[in-house]
Structures are given as C-alpha cells and as structure tokens.
C-alpha cells in the first residue's frame, strides 16, 4: 500500500500480517529435499512470521509501490530476503541448516543483525533444558530422504542444549509486558521436555492489550487471539514464559544478506 515505506517497521509488520487474517491456508507438507518454500498458501507460525519480515523489507525498499514494478525483481528480492532468515547464516544447505528451532531463529537473525534480541535484556534467565523433538520427529518421517539429515539435527541440537536459552519468566514476566511493540516476535517457552518454545506469532495492542498475531495450530488461517499475552501463559499447563525480539532494519546488503532498506 502507499506509503508502507514510512511506517515504524513493527507497524508495517502488523498491517501486512492483518492482511493475512482470514485468509484460507493449507499446512505445509513434508520435503524430502529442502528449498526455499515461498508458498504464501501454506506456512505455519514461524513460516508467518518469516514471510510477514520480507514482505516488509521488499516494501520498505519501494519497490512494490513504485509506478511499473519489476516482477522478477522483487520476486528475487523477497526470496533473498526470505531465505536469510529462515536459514543458518543465511545459507540453504541441507534439513538441517533452516533455522527449526525458534531459539536459534531468534539468536541466528540477532547475529545477522534482523532482529534484536530482547530477552536476556528485559530479565530473562537461562534456561538448559534439552532440545530434541525435532530429530525424534524426523527419524520417524517417510518422507525425508537426505540420509544425513538426523544426524546433522541432533549435532545441532546438542549444540543448543549445550549453550541453552534466556526466557522472560516470572517475576521479569510483569515487567516485561509494558516494553512490547507492536511487530514484536513473541514466543511462548515450552515446558514440555524437548522442546523450546510452543509457539510463536507478533505482538499487537488491542484495546489496551498485548494480543498475538499468529497462524493457530488446527486453523486454517492466520488470527489475532482474543485473549492477551499474559493470559494465555496464565491459563496454560504447557508453556511458562517468552522469548522475545525486535525486528530491525538489515545492517548490510552484503552477499547473501538481506538488503538495506
């Protein structure tokens, strides 16, 4: 839309994934070999999330506004964009370098200087609890052929549970909730063994409250919750805290980052 390009980034973040609500969405099916998904059909919570940070920087940019877009060229744009912060580094190898674990994602585009990590900095501790449902999951799944996908997930896995996580819990929590803008990526810590965090979507005030922008787990389409943040974890046995980030404007438009805004 006209003037997306002057919108604080958070802002632009919630109008693009507002546009999303209602519309109709399959899950993402399994790949047996990995590439770069941009099917805005199909994605789940943090694939939302993904999408809605591109759709932002190729806007930010102009070139969807511009009075004779080049197709192509924002279409490169957007999977540029797209594939540096879904992937370790910003590099698409095999399974296991996309960036499954929210933790990660988080603390992979901090260091490639997209978001900015705010947990630890709004009292977050850290958390070592083990992650490892994911290569539980993919040694089950029929549909993956890379022989050394497993193994290159678990070394990863290893590596995170090695070095553990900051998560915003309580008394921080309270704390906490007032520094939340909107655009805001929030995810919800799991407390199940294995896992890191349950789910993930944006921060957006409604009426005086801190709701999540998201794509639900069972519907199909992207919703804003009729309930707020802090009620959700106070009403939930299985996640116990956040894990919070800002998303910023790219640093560089180096080889295989995202470009500068």
């Given at each position: 839309?006209?003037?997306?390009?002057?919108?604080?980034?958070?802002?632009?973040?919630?109008?693009?994934?507002?546009?999303?609500?209602?519309?109709?969405?399959?899950?993402?099916?399994?790949?047996?070999?990995?590439?770069?998904?941009?099917?805005?059909?199909?994605?789940?919570?943090?694939?939302?999330?993904?999408?809605?940070?591109?759709?932002?920087?190729?806007?930010?940019l102009g070139a969807v506004t511009a009075a004779t877009v080049d197709r192509a060229g924002v279409e490169s744009q957007y999977e540029r964009v797209l594939q540096t912060v879904r992937y370790r580094n910003g590099v698409m190898g095999g399974y296991a370098s996309r960036l499954l674990?929210?933790?990660?994602?988080?603390?992979?585009?901090?260091?490639?200087?997209?978001?900015?990590?705010?947990?630890?900095?709004?009292?977050?501790?850290?958390d070592r609890g083990p992650v490892n449902v994911r290569s539980f999951a993919l040694a089950d799944d029929p549909t993956m052929t890379d022989p050394?996908?497993?193994?290159?997930?678990?070394?990863?896995?290893?590596?995170?549970?090695?070095?553990?996580?900051?998560?915003?819990?309580?008394?921080?929590?309270?704390?906490?909730?007032?520094?939340?803008?909107?655009?805001?990526?929030?995810a919800f810590a799991s407390a199940q063994q294995g896992r890191d965090v349950s789910h993930v979507g944006l921060a957006v005030r409604v009426d005086g409250s801190i709701r999540l922008l998201h794509r639900p787990m069972g519907e199909s389409g992207v919703r804003i919750s009729t309930n707020s943040i802090d009620q959700r974890l106070a009403a939930s046995a299985n996640e116990d805290g956040l894990l919070l980030a800002r998303p910023v404007a790219p640093r560089t438009a180096g080889a295989g980052s995202a470009p500068e805004p």
């Amino acid at each position: 839309a006209a003037g997306a390009a002057t919108l604080p980034r958070g802002a632009l973040m919630v109008e693009i994934g507002r546009s999303l609500v209602q519309l109709p969405l399959s899950s993402p099916a399994g790949q047996p070999t990995e590439r770069l998904d941009v099917d805005l059909r199909s994605f789940d919570g943090l694939g939302m999330v993904e999408h809605v940070y591109a759709m932002a920087v190729v806007a930010k940019l102009g070139a969807v506004t511009a009075a004779t877009v080049d197709r192509a060229g924002v279409e490169s744009q957007y999977e540029r964009v797209l594939q540096t912060v879904r992937y370790r580094n910003g590099v698409m190898g095999g399974y296991a370098s996309r960036l499954l674990y929210v933790s990660e994602w988080i603390a992979d585009n901090d260091r490639k200087g997209l978001v900015q990590d705010l947990t630890r900095e709004l009292g977050g501790s850290l958390d070592r609890g083990p992650v490892n449902v994911r290569s539980f999951a993919l040694a089950d799944d029929p549909t993956m052929t890379d022989p050394d996908a497993v193994d290159d997930l678990r070394r990863v896995e290893a590596r995170l549970s090695a070095q553990g996580r900051y998560v915003v819990r309580e008394p921080a929590l309270t704390a906490a909730l007032p520094e939340i803008r909107d655009g805001d990526v929030v995810a919800f810590a799991s407390a199940q063994q294995g896992r890191d965090v349950s789910h993930v979507g944006l921060a957006v005030r409604v009426d005086g409250s801190i709701r999540l922008l998201h794509r639900p787990m069972g519907e199909s389409g992207v919703r804003i919750s009729t309930n707020s943040i802090d009620q959700r974890l106070a009403a939930s046995a299985n996640e116990d805290g956040l894990l919070l980030a800002r998303p910023v404007a790219p640093r560089t438009a180096g080889a295989g980052s995202a470009p500068e805004p």
